[in-house]
Nanobody, 121 residues
Framework: QVQLVESGGGLVQAGGSLRLSCAAS????????MGWYRQAPGKGRELVAY???????NYADSVKVRFTISRDNAKNTVYLQMNSLKPEDTAVYYC???????????????WGQGTQVTVSS
């Protein structure tokens, strides 16, 4: 089993910055992709950004330029640097990992518990 723990959420004024962290732990065999999703009140969960094991990144159009995703493979940790935050960025942000634990022969998705980001106008 792989466990994900997010941190770094909070309340910030529009134009401010936050840095989210997600640390994976447990019986990890490999991690292929790490990413962030978010869910705003009354809306579905949407992909924000992801980064592959090779360092390739992808961003939602709404966060390009403003957000930067990175990872530290040695620490099994993914980060999301969020700059120029807007009220519409307000959501619960969920860490997602596509990987494999040592007891399995196949990869699957793992999810964190979520961290609240609130941007005031």
């Amino acid at each position: 089993q792989v466990q994900l723990v997010e941190s770094g959420g909070g309340l910030v004024q529009a134009g401010g910055s936050l840095r989210l962290s997600c640390a994976a732990s447990g019986s990890i065999f490999s991690i292929n992709v790490m990413g962030w999703y978010r869910q705003a009140p009354g809306k579905g969960r949407e992909l924000v950004a992801y980064i592959t094991s090779g360092g390739n990144t992808n961003y939602a159009d709404s966060v390009k330029v403003r957000f930067t995703i990175s990872r530290d493979n040695a620490k099994n940790t993914v980060y999301l640097q969020m700059n120029s935050l807007k009220p519409e960025d307000t959501a619960v942000y969920y860490c997602n990992v596509y990987g494999r634990d040592r007891s399995s022969t196949r990869s699957r998705d793992y999810w964190g518990q979520g961290t609240q980001v609130t941007v005031s106008s």
